[in-house]
């Protein structure tokens, strides 16, 4: 299983990205997504999470910036970012979990985000 993203990039403060996530290979029992981030000298953080009981969480710094939206039958989620700031700037990797035959965790290789200010 990999997950590849895309979509990272630069952008100005105040701006929009949006980050795909799509899993492939075999994800039954696939049951969340994720996103964290991790910008130089910090450690990886949550920012944003889902799972198939529609349950979801976000950093409090985010709230009401970023939306996380899956489609878990095709093993895919997009994080919406908008009202972007400098300090969202940072690598944000996608990470999906699946629950069968055990509980196992995902990650994707990073999509640089930077946020100019």
């Known amino acids: 299983v990999d997950l590849v993203e895309s979509g990272g990039g630069l952008v100005q403060a105040g701006g929009s990205l949006r980050l795909s996530c799509t899993g492939t290979?075999?994800?039954?029992?696939?049951?969340?997504f994720a996103w964290y981030r991790q910008a130089p000298g910090q450690e990886r953080e949550l920012v944003a999470r889902v799972t198939t009981q529609g349950d979801r969480t976000y950093a409090d710094v985010v709230k009401g910036r970023f939306t996380i939206t899956p489609d878990f039958p095709r093993q895919s989620a997009t994080l919406e970012m908008s009202s972007l700031k400098a300090e969202d700037t940072a690598a944000y990797y996608c990470?999906?979990?699946?629950?069968?035959?055990?509980?196992?965790?995902?990650w994707g290789q990073g999509t640089q985000v930077t946020v100019s200010s």
């Open positions: 990470y999906a979990r699946v629950n069968f035959p055990m509980e196992r965790g995902y």
């Open positions: 290979g075999n994800m039954a029992g696939l049951d969340t």
